[in-house]
Structures are given as C-alpha cells and as structure tokens.
C-alpha cells in the first residue's frame, strides 16, 4: 500500500485531537505536549513503515498510547501517587441499589451505541466528564480502558493496592455513568445532530 503521509503539516493536521487524548491521561499540559512532540517526531522517524493498513490518526493514537505509557512510567518512578481518601470511598453510590443488589432504578436506556459513538459531541461530553474525576481515578480508568493496560501493571505504574485500583475502578465507571446520563443522555439523544 502507499504511504500516506505527504507531508509534515499533514501530522501536524491531527495535533488537537492528540493533544486532547493526551490531557485526558496526563491532566497535565505540558507533560501532554511534550506527548505529542514525542509522537508527531517518532511518526516523522517511522513514516516510511507506515503501510497505510490504517488511518493517519489511528496509527499516529496508537504511538501517542506508547509515549504516555512511556510517560507514566517515569513519572511514576519519580514520585508515588496516591489516591485521596475520597477516591476509595463507595457510599455516595449505595442509593443507586435496591438491598437485594440490583438497580433502585433501571438506567435509561442509551440509544443505539454504534450511532451514539460516531457523534463527536459525544466525546466532548465523555472528556468533561472524564476531567471531572479525580486525578488517579480518572487515570486508572484510562489505564484501563482506553490504553489496554493490565490490572497488575497499573497497579505498579500507580503505586496502589489491588483493592484500591477496583474501587477506583468502580468509582469512575459509576461517576462516568451518572454524569453520562446528566449530560448526554437525559432526554432524546437521537435528536442530536450528528457532526
């Protein structure tokens, strides 16, 4: 396949949205810029590899996961970073179940995923959302979900216990989902426009 990186303003068309992906994990501006430098130079270094099996964006994401992992390693090494005492505590979410463990209130329905995931408004609401966590809760979420990253490495890079790392878990999934549903879900999404 060709190559299609024609040039390096084409890179440099994808900074915002790596830049944003990067502040997602790092909460920090310039440790995500300097992210980005690091993708954006090693994309330039890599570009004759690219086979083009996937999008720009796509590959360049995937280099930019490698440089924040790389990132959070080292910072990690640097100084330990421990979870607030709020970030463990799970009684604000008691009164979302019934005694017998199921939901007090069945969640509103979300509509239809794969249209609700092509919306870009739909992310917008996902970063706030995202930002309005605490700052290791809303890393080990990223961690996990987003970079991939195994239970026990996260673990490490975040210098926590197991059992801390599932209540963080649990804590960001439960506020996600309720800010989620405040923010995007309530009413009709399919009224939405799609951008």
């Not at 796509?58 to 930019?64: A, K, P």
């Not at 794969?114 to 992310?123: A, E, G, K, V, Y």
Request: charged residues 25%; aromatic residues 8%.
């Amino acid at each position: 396949m060709r190559n299609n990186i024609s040039a390096p303003l084409e890179l440099d068309t994808h900074r915002p949205q790596l830049l944003r992906f990067a502040m997602l994990q790092l909460r920090d501006e310039s440790a995500a810029e300097d992210a980005v430098q690091e993708t954006l130079v090693a994309a330039l270094q890599g570009a004759a590899s690219f086979s083009g099996q996937s999008s720009v964006r796509t590959w360049l994401i995937g280099i930019l996961k490698h440089k924040i992992i790389d990132h959070l390693r080292r910072s990690s090494r640097e100084k330990p970073l421990a979870p607030a005492p709020d970030e463990t505590d799970t009684a604000d979410f008691d009164s979302l179940f019934a005694t017998d463990g199921h939901w007090a209130e069945q969640p509103a329905g979300w509509g239809n995923p794969d249209q609700t995931l092509q919306q870009s408004r739909f992310f917008e609401a996902l970063e706030r959302c995202l930002r309005d966590l605490p700052k290791s809760t809303a890393r080990a979420f990223m961690m996990r979900e987003v970079m991939g990253l195994e239970s026990g490495e996260i673990c490490k890079e975040l210098q926590i216990s197991t059992s801390n790392y599932w209540v963080m878990l649990y804590r960001a999934r439960m506020s996600l989902r309720l800010c989620l549903e405040q923010n995007w879900f309530q009413g009709d999404a399919s009224s939405r426009s799609q951008t």
